[in-house]
């Protein structure tokens, strides 16, 4: 399976700034996926990068909030725009290769990004 | 009410004992992850189930799905402190289509295993 690397691992921000965030695979993958994980709670689906066309954002999710960014097949990029307090939360991109639920696919996750904003 | 609900919550257990994590869904399912989640770890991969009454094992973790693909259960037997950390389920509802795949997951259960 693939190997993900996130950047920043840990973030504390200030209410009002914007973050990026880094998701960098090891291997081309046509699909890229963005979730949230608020404190307490269980993760949510931001959106869905794909390679040459627009990010498609998950229902209650707007890309003036959460612009990403897939430049090529490896990688991808999250900001999280005039952050507020709600916004603290882990940040997590994964990748599934192939078709889901067939052979080997698995869909793989990078370690995070924790955010904190005061 | 929740698509995925989890239980339990959480579960304390002593070292060796067998524990079932349960995961329950209002409808039916494509198919159904369990991973496990480690602080600064991300989330590791355990199992996944697509076929109604499919059943896996990896070392001391077995994962079911039912029949009628609406609920999973996760057993580990002769618990470790290795195997402590958070376990989700994630579901897929809708047929995956070019490899887009949308996974709701569920709340979590957080497993503390007590040497």
């Known amino acids: 399976s693939a190997v993900i690397s996130q950047k920043p691992s840990r973030d504390i921000c200030q209410r009002g700034t914007s973050l990026t965030i880094q998701c960098q695979v090891d291997s081309q993958v046509t699909m890229m996926f963005w979730y949230r994980q608020q404190p307490g709670q269980s993760l949510t689906l931001i959106a869905t990068?794909?390679?040459?066309?627009?990010?498609?954002?998950e229902s209650g999710f707007v890309i003036d909030k959460f612009p990403i960014s897939r430049p090529n097949l490896t990688f991808s990029t999250l900001t999280v725009s005039n952050m507020s307090p709600e916004d603290s939360s882990i940040y997590l991109c994964?990748?599934?290769?192939?078709?889901?639920?067939?052979?080997?696919?698995?869909?793989?996750f990078g370690a995070g990004s924790r955010l904190t904003v005061l | 009410s929740q698509e995925l609900e989890q239980s339990p919550q959480s579960l304390i257990v002593q070292e060796g004992k067998n524990l079932t994590i349960n995961c329950t869904s209002s409808?039916?399912?494509?198919?159904l992850y369990w991973y496990k989640q480690k602080y600064g770890e991300g989330l590791i991969f355990l199992m996944m189930l697509q076929k109604g009454g499919e059943e896996k094992s990896h070392e001391k973790i077995t994962a079911k799905l039912d029949e009628k693909k609406q609920q999973s259960s996760l057993h580990i037997t002769a618990s470790q402190p290795s195997h402590a950390g958070i376990y989700l389920c994630?579901?897929?509802?809708?047929?995956?289509?070019?490899?887009?795949?949308?996974?709701?997951f569920g709340t979590g259960t957080k497993l503390q295993v007590i040497p």
């Open positions: 994630g579901a897929v509802f809708t047929v995956p289509s070019g490899g887009y795949q949308k996974v709701t």
């Open positions: 994964s990748v599934g290769t192939g078709q889901p639920f067939s052979g080997a696919n698995v869909l793989t």
């Open positions: 409808k039916t399912l494509y198919g």
């Open positions: 990068a794909n390679q040459g066309s627009e990010a498609t954002y």
